[in-house]
């Protein structure tokens, strides 16, 4: 399942980097690093933000996570002492809408260097079925409130603080899985972290246009690797892949909204079914950090195969990759497979 690196000098330092954030973490004492020998201390919300935050950081940052490898990021509740850290921060990194008990603690931190990163990129509502195609079947799913009107989610964009995960009208935060959106996303970090630590800006800038790249060399292959299918439709029990199907012209036909947890109802199971069928859709995939019941049911209640799409919400040793790229390239050839790309 693991493909190989797109770009792995760049890519190897990266995982370097992650690898060594850990041990270095605890260290203030680098005399050679900055006027004061103290990295910038930064939090980040969950894993797509530590990444960032720890590529384009480098050596000069100390990077946090507060939802551990394994936990379900939607899940969190902070302890005392994860609050008072975030306080203790000199920067902090997050994405509204994800993590409810986040967005409080850090509204009430008093840290002067806080960044949305939902605010780097535009967002825009999806509900269980995006598409970069109208197929003329899909539209309002009756009697099931997160996939309304979802024929012009995609037209809509987000406005003011609407970040709410899986409401109806709420706007979808899952910017992470588009190469595209989380490259526009680690430019605005690499400048944050210039204005937060101005010693450091030219070694911000560099590692932000290393991981830029790379993200397009991502985008180019997942442009390339799904532009000739049998089908365009996939199925997934997380509807988190929205902005990744628009992206591509693809369509995602989620089993449940986008809330992980939420139980599909009788009559969309039903409709799944259908869609499978009309579409020629192979798979339903689950994800790592979820349970994969209501894959494997409806997998064998249509005939069709189950396989992983990891929404990288964290990485654990089940992870199909070491760190986002790679494990996004393990989607890709998931897709590929699923698909039938020619």
Request: hydrophobic share 35%; charged share 25%; glycine share 10%.
């Amino acid at each position: 399942m693991n493909v190989r690196r797109l770009i792995p000098t760049t890519a190897v330092a990266g995982a370097v980097v992650l690898g060594l954030t850990a041990l270095s973490a605890c260290s203030t004492s680098d005399a050679a690093d900055g006027g004061n020998g103290d990295k910038l201390k930064v939090t980040a919300s969950f894993y797509p933000m530590q990444f960032l935050t720890e590529r384009i950081g480098g050596e000069h940052v100390a990077v946090t996570s507060l939802t551990k490898p394994g936990v379900e990021p939607h899940d969190l509740e902070l302890t005392p002492r994860q609050i008072g850290s975030i306080s203790e921060s000199d920067y902090v990194l997050y994405l509204k809408g994800i993590q409810p008990a986040v967005d409080d603690a850090i509204k009430q931190s008093g840290v002067k260097n806080t960044v949305d990163a939902a605010t780097l990129t535009t967002l825009e509502n999806h509900g269980s079925e995006v598409s970069g195609h109208d197929h003329g079947h899909e539209g309002e799913h009756a009697g099931e409130e997160e996939h309304g009107h979802e024929e012009e989610a995609h037209e809509e964009h987000s406005e003011g603080d609407g970040h709410n995960h899986g409401e109806e009208g709420g706007a979808d935060p899952h910017i992470w899985l588009d190469p595209v959106k989380y490259a526009e996303v680690a430019k605005g970090v690499g400048k944050s972290l210039e204005k937060a630590d101005p010693d450091h800006a030219a070694d911000y800038k560099k590692n932000t246009d290393a991981l830029v790249a790379e993200l397009g060399e991502l985008n180019t292959a997942y442009e390339t690797g799904l532009k000739n299918t049998s089908t365009k439709t996939f199925i997934t029990t997380h509807s988190a892949f929205g902005y990744l199907a628009e992206r591509y012209g693809l369509t995602q036909q989620g089993i449940a909204g986008i809330d992980p947890e939420a139980e599909p109802s009788p009559a969309r199971i039903q409709e799944i079914h259908t869609i499978a069928e009309k579409e020629k859709a192979t798979t339903v995939f689950f994800e790592t950090l979820a349970s994969d019941r209501t894959a494997k049911t409806l997998a064998k209640d249509t005939g069709l195969k189950t396989g992983v799409l990891d929404p990288l919400e964290g990485i654990t040793d089940k992870s199909q990759g070491a760190d986002y790229i790679e494990v996004m390239e393990s989607n890709l050839a998931a897709l590929q497979k699923a698909l039938g790309a020619k």
